[in-house]
């Protein structure tokens, strides 16, 4: 027998704009001219605000041979939809020298990456993330996704854009709802790998403005992209948990609210476990509840159920649930062979169905009321 053994080390590159200007004038500066053309999608919601601006400045830089506005919802990520989107590639003529631009949120945003990373192996893609969980998560380490009917983000590659265009004068036609999405994520990068971001979360929410937002976006890419370098899931705080709760409300829980539900129950998991002290960990979710993030979940959630959906998470085994957690803050757990923290499915279960007993984070009906 003979055997030969290769490698093949890939290296991709991205470029992160960051403008507060309301003009969008950054947009000029990206260089997308040397591409032939460019398909576009856009979440329906921007079709009459900020697409129009979009649009009046790419159109002086590139043809627009076609566009698709999209429903920021979680069927646009589901594996009938992608089939729709492929479609529309074929019937424009889709090439590698066509540049795929991507507008909206983080739900848009990874299924269009997922889209353009799979078409023909891969089409450039330029995003413009236009909430703050689009800015803080979804563009920045090359997470795509799509989900499929029995998990969450089950279908996804690793495929960074060429270029994102984040301008924090968007972000004010968020409402807060939506920007709650995003200070979720950006506090769990906080707590994963930086006591500065935790501060200047701190400190916007006493004085916010765009100075400091541009900040705290610097600095959050920087640690997602550390982070990215070190696994590709590694990043999941709080989301084997998060997951399976939007998964099990029907999504009608949005996805920073479940991550920082799943964060809360994550550290408390820890306690138990004795990696965190409840010392810290009623430190951690003060300054949660201080910043106005969710640290509830519903009263209605079975133990049994959402043990199972853990179990379907992408970091887990047939016989494992596996979960990202931290020894302290920016510090992440980690073990002599894994960045994962590797439980029995029964003692998770035994744990929801003590953390059920807790009323401080119970509430009836809550998923509706934290609309």
């Known amino acids: 027998m003979k055997l030969i053994d290769e490698s093949i080390k890939e290296t991709q590159h991205v470029r992160?704009?960051?403008?507060?200007?309301?003009?969008?004038?950054g947009l000029d500066e990206i260089p997308i001219s040397k591409f032939q053309k460019a398909l576009v999608f856009c979440d329906q919601n921007l079709q009459k605000t900020w697409w129009k601006k979009i649009e009046s400045i790419l159109k002086n830089q590139i043809q627009i041979d076609g566009l698709m506005f999209l429903e920021p919802s979680e069927n646009t990520k589901s594996l009938s939809y992608y089939s729709v989107l492929v479609d529309f590639l074929g019937e424009k003529k889709c090439s590698r020298d066509t540049l795929i631009i991507v507008i909206g949120g983080g739900t848009i945003l990874d299924a269009i990456a997922y889209l353009a990373s799979t078409y023909?192996?891969?089409?450039?893609?330029?995003?413009?993330?236009?909430?703050?969980?689009?800015?803080?998560?979804?563009?920045?380490?090359?997470?795509?996704?799509?989900?499929?009917?029995?998990?969450?983000n089950a279908l996804g590659t690793l495929f960074l854009p060429k270029f994102v265009y984040n301008n924090v004068a968007i972000l004010e036609t968020?409402?807060?709802?939506?920007?709650?999405?995003?200070?979720?994520?950006?506090?769990?990068?906080?707590?994963?790998?930086?006591?500065?971001?935790l501060m200047l979360l701190s400190e916007y929410s006493k004085d916010a403005c765009k100075g400091k937002l541009l900040e705290i976006l610097s600095e959050t890419i920087k640690v997602r992209m550390e982070l990215r370098k070190k696994d590709p899931l590694c990043s999941n705080f709080g989301h084997t948990f998060g997951h399976a709760l939007e998964k099990i409300s029907d999504y009608s829980v949005n996805h920073g609210d479940a991550i920082s539900a799943g964060m809360v129950m994550a550290m408390h998991f820890s306690v138990e476990e004795g990696i965190l002290s409840q010392k810290l960990v009623d430190k951690i979710i003060n300054s949660m509840s201080e910043i106005g993030l969710n640290t509830k979940i519903s009263n209605d959630i079975s133990p049994e159920k959402l043990t199972q959906i853990m179990l379907t998470d992408k970091k887990s085994s047939n016989t494992e649930i596996r979960l990202v957690l931290i020894e302290d803050i920016a510090k992440p757990f980690k073990s002599k062979n894994s960045n994962f923290y590797s439980v029995d499915p029964k003692r998770i279960q035994k744990f929801l169905e003590g953390f059920n007993g807790k009323s401080k984070f119970i509430e009836a009906s809550h998923w509706e009321n934290l609309r």
């Open 174 to 197: 968020n409402s807060s709802y939506e920007l709650r999405q995003g200070f979720s994520e950006i506090f769990k990068y906080g707590l994963l790998g930086s006591q500065k971001l």
């Open 120 to 152: 023909m192996r891969g089409i450039p893609l330029m995003m413009i993330p236009t909430t703050l969980i689009g800015q803080a998560d979804a563009s920045t380490a090359g997470k795509t996704c799509i989900n499929t009917s029995y998990s969450k």
């Open 16 to 25: 992160f704009y960051l403008d507060e200007r309301d003009s969008l004038s």
